[in-house]
């Protein structure tokens, strides 16, 4: 690629901030548009020149914003449009652009047009959903929601059913319509006009239905068939995506990434590859699976390690010079990354959470830092069910329960995957500092040690290794540009893997369990044996003689050969 020419989400970083448990500015407990502001310094020195924001518009919350009732409006616990602006502008003199989530596989069942569309069967807002008749008194399929549950519900007023793939108030769109694409491209239009810098797509591989909705298979354990098949990746995504890219992304130089659950590399490969015009990247989350059981994120099973290896392996040779990759650990939907693939305890919880970046920021994409991440955030354990928020994990208690599983073994669960470990507020201080009033969902304790304050304090803070991460990528092509070569697959602790540029080459290694390897420089494939640090978890890498000491969870970097 022409690197005079280089897009320049090649070399950011994006910092998702989920609006709602990042920083209020009012003390009403909820964090808003003006507490994003006051931390725009703190998003500056750490680095990051994009910001995504989990939505932001008018909503009833049914699941904290992906549920929009007006996709033209800023949800008033969040603030004002001037607030917005204000945030565009300000970001931009932090030199930090603003993407925005567009949720458009549904909307809010309290959004005008499906208000109009449930009022007649005759309605011009009908078609904007997908309506069918019961059958003998059952919905129109076998399907379960993605949040428990079946996929329909029946409106009393024409007796007819929509499908809803998340919760009942998130009925989906019929992008079948043409008039519903127009409608989402003059929303896309109106938020890019005000200059933000792109989109994060909410599950956008779900637009278009096989329009059969045949029944899905019943899996082990489940009440409902898994209609997957039939919406994700389905038979109009990509025409709709070159419409959008053709009618909207095409006039605006912005990012896009569009979360796209059950896409293998292969599938990526056609998203991303420029000549296709559709989207920048996307988010896999085939690395993010490799913890559960076959059917629901909800059973648990131990990494699998070596499977990781060549999960990443595989989406960084699939994308090289075709596409592009997202790299990520962290989002609003997943547990924290130290707690799942780390160790949270007070012994190494700073070493592997150091060592977890320093794995994936030296690979090639563009990396995205959920918020709390760059200080360590970790799972919470609330003991009572009432204290979590999430619909996802409500729902699916509440169903489990009912199944006759015990409290303790559901919470086994919700400890382990649920999605509010993500969503507890930003510990800025030792007291919590994100709200003077009572928070909308419970602080996690370690707050009083886990925090900004305590962090930028320190040099030797997991803070200041995302700095040098991010630091790292505005300077060296190789990060941007270099191939990747995985080594030492079978080795059943460390991920080792070398980037190459020229004569120029980096070898990373990331000792993920707790201990000490022992391996040698012959396993680098290189011709020196020795090379400078560029960074490093533990004070000084053990790298001499030949033989290389991997301690419990250390992570390094190792420059070998000329620029
Ligand atoms: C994916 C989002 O990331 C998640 O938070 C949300 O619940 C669903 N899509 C539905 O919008």
């Not at 068939?225 to 709709?240: L, R």
């Given at each position: 690629m022409d690197q005079l020419q280089e897009p320049w989400w090649k070399r950011s970083v994006v910092y998702q901030i989920y609006p709602r448990s990042f920083m209020d500015s009012n003390g009403d407990g909820i964090g808003d548009l003006r507490g994003i502001i006051s931390k725009l310094c703190y998003l500056q020195c750490l680095g990051v020149e994009v910001i995504w924001l989990s939505p932001i518009y008018d909503s009833p919350n049914d699941d904290n914003g992906y549920d929009i009732r007006d996709y033209?409006?800023?949800m008033e616990e969040f603030g004002t449009m001037e607030d917005f602006e204000e945030l565009i502008v300000q970001g931009r003199q932090h030199g930090i652009r603003i993407i925005m989530d567009l949720v458009v596989n549904h909307t809010s069942d309290e959004h005008a047009w499906f208000v109009e569309s449930c009022s007649s069967l005759h309605s011009k807002y009908r078609d904007y959903y997908i309506w069918r008749d019961g059958q003998n008194?059952?919905?129109?399929?076998?399907?379960?929601?993605?949040?428990?549950?079946?996929?329909?519900?029946?409106?009393?007023?024409?007796?007819?059913?929509?499908?809803?793939?998340?919760?009942?108030?998130?009925?989906?769109?019929?992008?079948?319509?043409?008039?519903?694409?127009?409608?989402?491209?003059?929303v896309m239009k109106f938020w890019l006009d005000k200059g933000i810098g792109g989109f994060r797509m909410d599950v956008i591989n779900f637009l278009s239905k096989d329009s059969r909705l045949l029944?899905?298979?019943i899996q082990p354990n489940q009440q409902f068939?898994?209609?997957?098949?039939?919406?994700?990746?389905?038979?109009?995504?990509?025409?709709?995506l070159k419409e959008m890219h053709e009618k909207v992304l095409q006039q605006y130089d912005v990012l896009t990434v569009g979360e796209m659950p059950g896409t293998?590399?292969?599938?990526?490969?056609?998203?991303?590859?420029?000549?296709?015009?559709?989207?920048?990247?996307?988010?896999?989350?085939?690395?993010?699976?490799?913890?559960?059981?076959?059917?629901?994120?909800?059973?648990l099973k131990p990494l699998d390690f070596i499977s990781l290896k060549r999960t990443m392996e595989k989406w960084q040779l699939e994308l090289h010079d075709v596409g592009w990759n997202s790299l990520y650990w962290n989002n609003h939907d997943q547990p924290r990354i130290i707690s799942r693939f780390g160790n949270d305890s007070e012994m190494y919880r700073e070493l592997s959470g150091k060592m977890l970046a320093i794995c994936l920021h030296m690979m090639q994409g563009t990396p995205f830092i959920y918020q709390g991440e760059e200080i360590g955030m970790t799972n919470v354990r609330f003991q009572d069910i009432k204290e979590y928020r999430d619909i996802e994990t409500l729902n699916m208690?509440?169903?489990k329960r009912q199944q006759g599983n015990s409290h303790e073994e559901i919470m086994k669960s919700i400890y382990a995957k649920g999605r509010d470990n993500a969503r507890t507020p930003m510990q800025w201080t030792s007291s919590g500092g994100f709200t003077i009033g009572t928070p909308w969902i419970d602080i996690n304790e370690n707050t009083s040690k886990i925090n900004v304050e305590n962090a930028l304090k320190k040099t030797s803070s997991i803070f200041y290794t995302y700095q040098r991460l991010i630091q790292l990528r505005k300077e060296h092509d190789i990060l941007t540009y270099g191939s990747f070569q995985l080594l030492l697959l079978e080795h059943p602790s460390l991920f080792v893997y070398k980037r190459k540029l020229g004569k120029q080459e980096w070898i990373i290694v990331a000792n993920f369990y707790g201990e000490t390897e022992q391996i040698s420089w012959e396993n680098f494939e290189v011709s020196d044996k020795q090379g400078n640090v560029i960074i490093a978890n533990y004070e000084c890498p053990l790298i001499a003689y030949g033989t290389i000491i991997v301690r419990p969870y250390e992570a390094f970097v190792i420059e070998v050969g000329g620029e």
């Open positions: 033209f409006n800023i008194e059952q919905p129109p399929n076998n399907w379960g929601s993605i949040f428990s549950g079946s996929a329909w519900e029946r409106d009393e007023q024409t007796g007819e059913y929509y499908l809803h793939l998340f919760s009942m108030k998130q009925p989906d769109l019929n992008w079948e319509n043409p008039q519903v694409r127009n409608e989402v491209f003059d029944d899905g298979e068939g898994d209609g997957s098949p039939f919406f994700i990746n389905g038979p109009k995504i990509h025409s709709y293998t590399s292969e599938g990526a490969k056609i998203y991303t590859n420029p000549d296709n015009k559709e989207l920048q990247m996307i988010f896999t989350f085939e690395h993010m699976d490799l913890d559960s059981g076959p059917f629901e994120k909800w059973d208690y509440r169903a």
